[in-house]
């Protein structure tokens, strides 16, 4: 069996590959694209082209794709082979730096909001140097942005990159006030990866998970995660297996898999990643995702990234580990000393900032039709966007807003009892798990991403709002030195802490009284995607995204379209693989166990007239009267979705389905659970919630 540290990158075009085979002048070139954003010369490309083509060759690479994210937010790639005929029954393997650089996928066949008519198909992609290559089933994938033939970004990675560019530059003008000058300024990310895993046997007999990726019908299991047995629970034998095999091609593609354990629910687990570059780690956790897809089958299983696969059971979320780092110092880092650390006061200061300003940005950023059922249910964050900075950190911010004593809140050490056991030094920062945004140390959790997600959409906004903080902060403080710099930060600082003050909540998010405490504050709460969608449209938002160059306004329009689309679509779905459930499977069972019922009532009453059969009319009454709500239910959503769908206007169709169908939906499957729980376990007709999570 081969080391771990043997393995691990094996397959990755990385930076000790890279100095390995490039010659030291094209490798140094490389590396400053990569480091600091340098152009990137074609010569170069040629010859590292050349070098990547014998690498991937020699680990039994035969093709090449440009790996990219379109925005259906998945990820797309289309194979070429490596083959070049030579006209003589023979060929070679060929790549070139063009190859490399540049590839056409047809783009009219992508969500594009308007931007690309199915005639005008030719879009480009184009090699990202800073995300590592890598060699998947064969085929040597290369990270690349996507644009159209107009230059219109078309995916998700494009303005990723803008953002990070934005914060780095912003960044770096304020570490020149305090006398610093890195090469380069990025964000960090660890994404922790919830997800559940199921029988295929049992997967494949539900059209509702198949389709939607949820169950749209479902009673409640016996037994739930009341008794909280499964969180960090011993894991079972057959997901072990599949953990290590995850395991195992996911260092090889140099993805740090970190942690892996028992989440809350049953049949629930998460990976958690150790931080990467954030441009880098959304490639690896959109690799971890598919990973984990394809692997599950090996063991009979499937993995569901829904967000709410099962109702009333703890959905799966993708915590967002946020941070900002200058070579290797990590600038939300607090120090020993928070208070007398100036500099990680005003990045502090800045995301304090960020957040309140574009709180409904960074919901919208992560709203979508199965987040919906997750936020607020008592298991992930609320819908409303505030921050936990914890004990410490909240007594800074207070002693500066309302200029008192600071009085550190030192760490003291926690004696357990027992002579065996060690004393250990208790955190300063406890962890709100019911926080949108919590401050954890040293990073930012941001909680509300959904488990299905990818984490471009709402990084970009963080990235490019805190680079707008930042801006400000420069513009205000540049020409000041020395004393008057400080003294003119601390200002700075103070005032702007008290202008957003309203956004920091240190308390119990799922309680009814911050939801009334938040709308006094004036915070925003949108429950819905299709409430949460339009802000993305307004001038504030694009006047952001304008002015530091990652998205026009045409692109945010795009996108928005996109995004409304996406949702209305998926609802469709849904409301039509609920129709054809309801009426070929749920209806045809119920109706033959009455029948059945009946049967059994009339045999009886002939052979004996006296017998005593309350309970089985009662039954029998009880299953007509089922059906008759649920046919009741299955028309109204008939009405509505045809309603819905006969609406032009895009918005208003989401406010529609959002508004008037869900609510039949949720009506509809109410009807048809209530009879789950009466019907003969022989004629239900579709694996239950007993059956799914509590496999062997």
Same mark, same amino acid.
């Given at each position: 069996?081969?080391?771990?540290?043997?393995?691990?990158?094996?397959?990755?075009?990385?930076?000790?590959?890279?100095?390995?085979?490039?010659?030291?002048?094209?490798?140094?070139?490389?590396?400053?694209?990569?480091?600091?954003?340098?152009?990137?010369?074609? !010569?170069?490309?040629?010859?590292?082209?050349?070098?990547?083509?014998?690498?991937?060759?020699? =680990?039994?690479?035969?093709?090449?794709?440009?790996?990219?994210?379109?925005?259906?937010?998945?990820?797309?790639?289309?194979?070429?082979?490596?083959?070049?005929?030579?006209?003589? %029954?023979? #060929?070679?393997?060929?790549?070139?730096?063009?190859?490399?650089?540049?590839?056409?996928?047809?783009?009219?066949?992508?969500?594009?909001?308007?931007?690309?008519?199915?005639?005008?198909?030719?879009?480009?992609?184009?090699?990202?140097?800073? *995300?590592?290559?890598?060699?998947?089933?064969?085929?040597?994938?290369? $990270?690349?942005? @996507?644009?159209?033939?107009?230059?219109?970004?078309?995916?998700?990675?494009?303005?990723?990159?803008? *953002?990070?560019?934005?914060?780095?530059?912003?960044?770096?003008?304020?570490?020149?006030?305090?006398?610093?000058?890195?090469?380069?300024?990025?964000?960090?990310?660890?994404?922790?990866?919830?997800?559940?895993?199921?029988?295929?046997?049992?997967?494949?007999?539900?059209?509702?998970?198949?389709?939607?990726?949820?169950?749209?019908?479902?009673? #409640?299991?016996?037994?739930?995660?009341?008794?909280?047995?499964?969180?960090?629970?011993?894991?079972?034998?057959?997901?072990?297996?599949?953990?290590?095999?995850?395991?195992?091609?996911?260092?090889?593609?140099?993805?740090? #898999?970190?942690?892996?354990?028992?989440?809350?629910? $049953?049949?629930?687990?998460?990976?958690?990643?150790?931080?990467?570059?954030?441009?880098?780690?959304?490639?690896?956790?959109?690799?971890?995702?598919?990973?984990?897809?394809?692997?599950?089958?090996?063991?009979?299983?499937?993995?569901?990234?829904?967000? =709410?696969?099962?109702?009333?059971?703890?959905?799966?979320?993708?915590?967002?580990?946020?941070?900002?780092?200058?070579?290797?110092?990590?600038?939300?880092?607090?120090?020993?000393?928070?208070?007398?650390?100036?500099?990680?006061?005003?990045?502090?200061?800045?995301?304090?900032?960020?957040?309140?300003?574009?709180?409904?940005?960074?919901?919208?950023?992560?709203?979508?039709?199965?987040?919906?059922?997750?936020?607020?249910?008592?298991?992930? $964050?609320?819908?409303?966007? *505030?921050? @936990?900075?914890?004990?410490?950190?909240?007594?800074? &911010?207070?002693?500066?807003?309302?200029?008192?004593?600071?009085? *550190?809140?030192?760490?003291?050490?926690?004696?357990?009892?027992?002579?065996?056991?060690?004393?250990?030094? =208790?955190?300063?920062?406890?962890?709100?798990?019911?926080?949108?945004?919590?401050?954890?140390?040293?990073?930012?959790?941001?909680?509300?991403?959904?488990?299905?997600?990818?984490?471009?959409?709402?990084?970009?906004?963080?990235?490019?709002?805190? #680079?707008?903080?930042?801006?400000?902060?420069?513009?205000?403080?540049?020409?000041?030195?020395?004393?008057?710099?400080?003294?003119?930060?601390?200002?700075?600082?103070?005032?702007?802490?008290?202008?957003?003050?309203?956004?920091?909540?240190?308390?119990? %998010?799922?309680?009814?009284?911050?939801?009334?405490?938040?709308?006094?504050?004036?915070?925003?709460?949108?429950?819905?995607?299709?409430?949460?969608?339009?802000?993305?449209?307004?001038?504030?938002?694009?006047?952001?995204?304008?002015?530091?160059?990652?998205?026009?306004?045409?692109?945010?329009?795009?996108?928005?379209? &996109?995004?409304?689309?996406?949702?209305?679509?998926?609802?469709?779905?849904?409301?039509?693989?609920? =129709?054809?459930?309801?009426?070929?499977? @749920?209806?045809?069972?119920?109706?033959?166990?009455?029948?059945?019922?009946?049967?059994?009532?009339?045999?009886?009453?002939?052979?004996?007239?006296?017998?005593?059969?309350?309970?089985?009319?009662?039954?029998?009454?009880?299953?007509?009267?089922?059906?008759?709500?649920?046919?009741?239910?299955?028309?109204?959503?008939?009405?509505?979705?045809?309603?819905?769908?006969?609406?032009?206007?895009?918005?208003?169709?989401?406010?529609?389905?959002? !508004?008037?169908?869900?609510?039949?939906?949720?009506?509809?499957?109410?009807?048809?659970?209530?009879?789950?729980?009466?019907?003969?376990?022989?004629?239900?007709?579709?694996?239950?919630?007993?059956?799914?999570?509590?496999?062997?």
């Amino acid at each position: 069996m081969p080391l771990v540290s043997d393995m691990y990158g094996s397959m990755v075009f990385n930076e000790h590959t890279m100095q390995e085979r490039l010659p030291s002048a094209t490798y140094k070139s490389l590396l400053k694209t990569m480091k600091e954003g340098k152009p990137l010369d074609q !010569e170069v490309a040629n010859v590292v082209a050349h070098a990547m083509k014998e690498w991937a060759i020699e =680990k039994g690479a035969t093709h090449y794709t440009h790996w990219f994210q379109p925005l259906s937010g998945i990820t797309s790639e289309k194979h070429d082979s490596f083959l070049e005929p030579l006209g003589d %029954g023979r #060929a070679i393997m060929s790549f070139s730096g063009k190859e490399l650089i540049q590839g056409e996928p047809d783009a009219s066949s992508f969500p594009s909001g308007g931007l690309r008519a199915t005639f005008e198909a030719r879009g480009y992609t184009a090699w990202d140097p800073t *995300s590592y290559a890598f060699i998947k089933d064969e085929v040597l994938c290369i $990270p690349t942005a @996507f644009c159209s033939y107009t230059g219109e970004a078309l995916d998700k990675k494009t303005p990723l990159l803008r *953002s990070m560019d934005a914060i780095d530059t912003q960044a770096r003008r304020v570490l020149a006030l305090f006398g610093e000058k890195p090469q380069r300024v990025v964000t960090t990310l660890g994404a922790e990866q919830e997800y559940f895993l199921i029988s295929e046997k049992e997967y494949s007999q539900r059209q509702d998970l198949v389709m939607c990726g949820r169950t749209l019908f479902g009673h #409640a299991p016996l037994k739930g995660q009341e008794l909280e047995e499964h969180y960090f629970g011993a894991i079972r034998p057959t997901v072990n297996e599949f953990m290590k095999e995850l395991d195992d091609e996911l260092w090889k593609l140099g993805v740090p #898999a970190k942690t892996k354990h028992n989440e809350v629910a $049953p049949a629930q687990h998460e990976l958690a990643p150790i931080f990467a570059n954030s441009n880098r780690a959304i490639d690896e956790n959109l690799l971890t995702m598919e990973k984990m897809r394809l692997l599950a089958s090996h063991y009979g299983l499937v993995n569901l990234q829904h967000e =709410k696969p099962f109702a009333g059971i703890n959905g799966s979320g993708k915590h967002n580990n946020w941070s900002i780092s200058a070579g290797k110092t990590n600038l939300l880092d607090p120090g020993d000393s928070p208070m007398d650390n100036l500099r990680f006061l005003v990045f502090l200061t800045g995301v304090i900032q960020a957040v309140d300003d574009y709180q409904e940005l960074l919901r919208m950023s992560i709203a979508s039709a199965g987040n919906d059922h997750r936020l607020g249910a008592d298991e992930a $964050p609320p819908a409303i966007v *505030s921050m @936990f900075l914890g004990d410490e950190l909240g007594e800074v &911010v207070d002693a500066l807003i309302d200029e008192h004593e600071y009085r *550190s809140a030192d760490r003291v050490a926690v004696d357990l009892g027992v002579d065996a056991l060690p004393n250990f030094l =208790k955190d300063n920062t406890d962890r709100n798990r019911t926080s949108p945004f919590a401050f954890t140390g040293n990073k930012f959790e941001f909680r509300m991403p959904g488990s299905s997600v990818n984490l471009s959409d709402c990084n970009t906004i963080l990235n490019t709002a805190m #680079a707008k903080s930042l801006c400000d902060f420069a513009d205000a403080m540049e020409g000041k030195q020395g004393e008057e710099f400080e003294a003119a930060a601390i200002d700075y600082i103070r005032d702007t802490l008290r202008a957003h003050r309203r956004i920091i909540f240190n308390g119990d %998010g799922y309680a009814t009284e911050w939801q009334e405490e938040a709308a006094r504050r004036g915070l925003a709460n949108h429950k819905n995607t299709a409430e949460a969608l339009p802000c993305f449209v307004d001038p504030k938002s694009i006047e952001l995204l304008e002015r530091f160059g990652v998205l026009s306004e045409t692109e945010i329009r795009s996108r928005y379209e &996109v995004k409304l689309e996406k949702y209305s679509k998926l609802l469709n779905i849904e409301c039509r693989t609920m =129709k054809r459930m309801v009426r070929r499977q @749920f209806l045809p069972a119920i109706n033959g166990y009455a029948a059945e019922i009946a049967r059994n009532v009339a045999d009886i009453r002939a052979v004996a007239p006296d017998a005593k059969l309350e309970q089985q009319t009662v039954l029998l009454q009880k299953l007509l009267d089922g059906v008759a709500q649920i046919d009741e239910q299955l028309r109204l959503l008939i009405d509505e979705q045809l309603a819905a769908n006969a609406i032009q206007d895009l918005q208003e169709r989401a406010y529609a389905y959002a !508004e008037r169908v869900i609510p039949v939906m949720d009506a509809l499957r109410a009807a048809v659970d209530e009879m789950e729980i009466i019907v003969d376990r022989a004629h239900w007709p579709v694996p239950t919630y007993n059956a799914m999570l509590f496999y062997v």
